[in-house]
């Protein structure tokens, strides 16, 4: 395949950046999208100029590091799926392929395609957890039996892989979907239950302090995100929060 | 005479962990506060250990090269954790989880380490439950538990296909947790480039900020490694591609010494290799090992016509097809443990069984558990007579839901559907038991510095059972670490901050950025990958998964001379001063190259075979694997003493006091 991609290309935060157009050829529909963009950035090696700068590390869709905006949606084209999971036979020869950084405001971005997320670790510092020593001095693991269908809900809310898709898919960059998956995640089960008050309103607090926009209910979060992450799970941080603000 | 002191502990084995805490000196609360630890590495080792670090009072600074702690490499592991809980009730105990693990790493492993993991394995689950870490369950609403191989029993618990993630997220929320109360600062987009030594101890590290590329001094009492395994000096791995040796390669070059480097683990069950350009290999869990039947055509002629693509898998007959490890390890089956599987893969295939374009695979087949599962379901739900398409209707369900998300990433590569037709799987590098040596208190040999975790030569002496890493890195993390460390950090409650004014990392950082600069000052004609690419290929044709003397002695020429090459040749494009992955790149395959040849040493001079250390020469009369106890029953730990091909070695001789000594079966 010969394809025609236009990058997006910013030298550090403060360039304001803007579209390069590049060709590459000998693409294989068996390579993944970040197999391609490897073919392209040695190719500009080779060329003499600087590679384009993009996160990723596991390419198999679970450390959330890749973050491609793929005309115009994030993780392109395909869907339940990260960008290094996404394979280059969605695809067809002479295609003109646009690729950008996930676009927020709360998400500046770093160098070309590499944004920076840490809004997402602060909104996890503000209360992604449960207030347990790790001593060792903790009761035996089945002492709590949990329901399954608990459990796996809890489970399931638990598998955002915190790439930002959500954000960059919601037209008021609102992170409600991954913070609401991480406030079910506790809320589901028993141990998460003491702190639930308290940790629902720290987390929006700093969700609302990072600047990330309000949820109006759109669900094109849900479309994008590639872990199919539940929009019951905003319909639960609502409840804990309403719950948490009449009590407090 | 040997310099290496392993300190375990006197007493009987069962004894030897509690005495040894009640012993060991401890600091007190209020002097923890005036103590720093620096810990390079996020994942379940580094994480576990800078939550516990902290809580206990000491300050912490973590390290990672990822935009955040959560992406760790520890995130990728599928299959699960073992535990000794004994929940199955079917005889599991301490000690069995210690026999099965010492056994299954071909005897070279040090025992008191080992029943230390045993004994704390329990105590991981407990902690995690309480972290809201969610494990998969029965319907009773108790915790869930599957098998894995080169065992017996049930120990592993697992949340499906995602247990290291579960774990890793756990860990990272107690570090939220800390950094919440300001008890942690945590460095990410943050490689440590060197260890700095002042005296003689561990006293910091230079890291570089990788997005502005300036060049930091950070200083503390102690400096934690916990960077994960050196996989990638194969290019092609199932690690992430960050995963890289430059922390503990450093800390070989100032002075700890690395131990075993050519153990190795070459994982059974992987997608195979697709083509030219390809940039990493994709793990399919162990776990389906449980379900999954393992075969290649009985007639080299279907598996030439397979390859031609005139014959689909499906159309050949039951009899036709050769069950090799249930033909040759009847007692264990498709459960045997990873170097046994991967080499009677290997073996198959060059015996020109092979699948795939390339010849290159076996099938993993899920027929049998689909038509097992779908009688059992129909039968169980009162359908005594079911037909067939509800049998595999069902059958196909209950796989789902045990492996579903597997099945889908299968198909989202291969394009190929795993209910329908047998998966292709072809063995791949995946983890490293060699590691920086460490004593019974994960001390390296430079004071001050310790190892967790994969990167440490740890626990699983020449090959590691499935599911053992992740319980590894969280009982170092959790468990070990930070009580040992109080032994050394007993003595340093009065020398007060560290400055980073001193000569010693002025010199270091000096290192650090000559270093840089010599990457951009050569001849520019070859891209990193050219080199590294290159070095894996010779790893994985010369010092793969099997090893004999003449190729790895060509190996350690051919890596030399890439080596030289590449600081002559490689070309680095772009500026030292901003986010720049190619200059990352070429940090760490520099690395690599040192590494290789130092590998390849090892295992050129490990005149046997064990675990993932195949040497052709030492072999049974039916190709399995013969250990020489009397002459090799020892850990290799390598001195740096100026170029890797003259690492001088220290041997530390192993006993074994509480399992008898035996040659390995599976049969
Ligand atoms: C695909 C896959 C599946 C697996 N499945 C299982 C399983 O089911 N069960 C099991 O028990 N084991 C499994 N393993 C093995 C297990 O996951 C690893 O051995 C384990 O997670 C390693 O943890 P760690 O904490 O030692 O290192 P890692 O998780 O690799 O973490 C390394 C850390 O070090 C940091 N780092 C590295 N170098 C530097 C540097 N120079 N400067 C700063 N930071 C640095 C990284 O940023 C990262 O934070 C699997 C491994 C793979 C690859
Ligand atoms: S909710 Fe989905 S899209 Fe958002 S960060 Fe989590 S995994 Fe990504
Ligand atoms: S690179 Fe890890 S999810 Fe894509």
Redesign the pocket.
């Given at each position: 395949m010969k394809l025609k991609l236009k990058v997006w290309r910013q030298e550090d935060a403060q360039d304001k950046g803007g579209f390069q157009n590049y060709d590459v050829d000998g693409i294989d529909g068996d390579m993944s999208f970040l197999e391609m963009m490897d073919v392209l950035n040695n190719n500009l090696v080779n060329e003499g100029i600087d590679p384009v700068e993009f996160d990723h590390d596991c390419r198999e869709g679970i450390c959330g590091s890749c973050s491609l905006q793929i005309n115009g949606e994030p993780h392109g084209p395909d869907r339940r799926i990260t960008t290094c999971q996404l394979h280059m036979r969605k695809f067809k020869d002479g295609d003109e392929i646009v690729i950008e950084p996930f676009r927020a405001t709360a998400f500046p971005v770093i160098k070309d395609l590499v944004i920076d997320r840490s809004a997402f670790d602060r909104i996890q510092h503000a209360g992604g957890y449960i207030s347990v020593n790790t001593s060792g001095n903790t009761q035996d693991a089945n002492s709590i039996p949990i329901e399954k269908q608990d459990a796996d809900d809890s489970f399931y809310a638990a598998t955002c892989i915190g790439c930002g898709a959500c954000v960059a898919a919601c037209k008021n960059a609102s992170a409600m979907l991954f913070t609401s998956a991480k406030v079910s995640q506790f809320a589901l089960l028993p141990q998460g239950e003491v702190e639930a008050h308290e940790r629902v309103i720290n987390m929006v607090n700093q969700m609302d302090a990072e600047g990330f926009g309000n949820c109006t209910n759109t669900g094109a979060c849900y479309v994008e995100c590639p872990k199919g992450i539940s929009l019951e799970n905003i319909a639960r941080l609502n409840r804990e929060y309403l719950s948490a603000s009449v009590f407090s | 005479m040997s310099v290496l002191e392993s300190k375990i502990p006197e007493g009987p084995i069962e004894k030897k962990w509690t005495k040894h805490k009640n012993e060991i000196n401890l600091v007190n609360p209020a002097n923890k506060r005036n103590i720093d630890i620096i810990v390079?590495?996020?994942?379940?080792?580094?994480g576990s250990a800078a939550a516990t670090l902290a809580e206990l009072g000491y300050n912490v600074k973590t390290?990672?090269?990822?935009d955040s702690?959560r992406r760790?490499?520890?995130i990728?592991?599928?299959?699960?954790?073992n535990a000794s809980k004994n929940y199955q009730g079917d005889g599991d105990s301490d000690y069995r989880l210690f026999y099965d693990t010492v056994k299954g790493g071909d005897y070279r492993s040090r025992e008191a380490n080992v029943y230390r993991l045993a004994e704390v394995s329990s105590n991981i689950i407990d902690q995690c439950v309480a972290q809201g870490v969610p494990f998969a369950r029965e319907y009773g609403g108790l915790l869930d538990n599957r098998s894995f191989g080169g065992v017996l029993v049930s120990r592993t618990f697992y949340a499906k296909g995602q247990?290291?993630q579960q774990l890793l997220l756990g860990a990272y929320s107690a570090m939220n947790r800390q950094i919440n109360r300001g008890k942690i600062q945590s460095f990410n987009r943050?490689?440590?480039m060197d260890l700095v030594l002042v005296d003689g101890k561990a006293r910091g590290i230079i890291a570089r900020d990788l997005v502005t590329g300036e060049i930091e001094r950070h200083s503390a009492h102690a400096v934690v490694l916990?960077?994960?395994?050196y996989g990638n000096v194969f290019y092609l791995s199932?690690?992430a591609m960050g995963?890289?040796v430059?922390?503990a390669w450093r800390a070989h070059k100032k002075g700890a010494f690395f131990a075993n480097p050519c153990f190795t683990q070459i994982h059974p069950t992987c997608i195979p290799v697709s083509g030219e350009l390809q940039s990493k290999l994709t793990?399919m869990?162990e776990s389906l090992r449980n379900d999954g039947r393992i075969w290649v055509p009985k007639h080299k002629k279907d598996a030439e016509a397979i390859r031609e693509g005139k014959l689909k898998p499906t159309e050949i007959a039951e009899e036709d097809r050769d069950y090799y490890l249930e033909r040759r390890y009847p007692a264990f089956g498709n459960l045997v443990p990873r170097d046994v599987a991967s080499r009677a893969a290997k073996e198959r295939c060059d015996a020109g069984y092979g699948v795939n374009k390339t010849g290159q695979a076996v099938y993993l087949d899920f027929k049998a558990a689909i038509e097992r599962y779908g009688k059992e379901k129909a039968f169980t739900s009162g359908h005594k007579n079911p037909i067939k398409e509800e049998i595999i209707k069902l059958g196909e369900e209950a796989v789902e839901a045990k492996y579903g998300n597997l099945f889908e990433m299968y198909e989202k590569i291969t394009d190929q559907n795993p209910y329908k037709t047998p998966m292709m799987i072809f063995p791949a590098v995946?983890?490293t038991m060699g590691g920086l040596w460490v004593d019974y208190n994960l001390m390296t040999t430079i004071p001050g510095c310790y190892a967790?975790?994969?990167?440490n030569f740890s626990d699983h002496g020449a090959n590691r059972l499935?599911?053992?890493?992740?319980?590894q890195?969280l009982a170092d993390g959790y468990f070990v670490l930070p009580y040992t460390i109080g032994d050394y950090l007993a003595a340093d409650i009065r020398t007060g901050a560290i400055s980073t004014e001193s000569e010693e990392f002025e010199t270091a950082e000096k290192e650090v950025k000559d270093r840089i600069q010599r990457l951009y000052n050569t001849n520019g004609k070859n891209p990193v990958d050219y080199y590294h690419k290159k070095l894996g290929k010779i790893m994985w044709d010369k010092c793969g998964m099997s090893r004999n003397e003449k190729e790895l002695k060509e190996a350690m020429e051919e890596i030399k001379a890439l080596r030289e090459d590449f600081w002559e040749n490689v070309r680095v494009t772009g500026k030292a001063e901003t986010k720049n992955a190619e200059l990352e790149k070429a940090g760490r395959v520099a690395d690599f190259l040192e590494l290789g040849e130092l590998f390849a040493k090892d295992a050129l001079e490990r005149n046997e075979s064990c675990g993932g250390h195949f040497r052709e020469e030492y072999q049974t009369e039916d190709g399995e694997a013969l250990r020489d106890d009397e002459n090799f029953r020892f850990v290799s730990a390598w001195e740096y003493v100026g170029n890797p091909r003259d690492a001088k070695l220290h041997k530390e001789q192993l006993e074994f006091e509480n399992i008898e000594l035996k040659t390995r079966s599976y049969k």
């Open positions: - | 390079v590495g996020t994942g379940l080792a580094g390290f990672c090269y990822q702690p760790a490499h520890s990728a592991a599928q299959g699960g954790i247990t290291g943050h490689e440590m916990a960077s994960g395994g199932t690690n995963s890289n430059m922390a793990l869990s995946h983890y967790a975790g994969e990167a499935g599911a053992s890493a992740l319980m890195g």
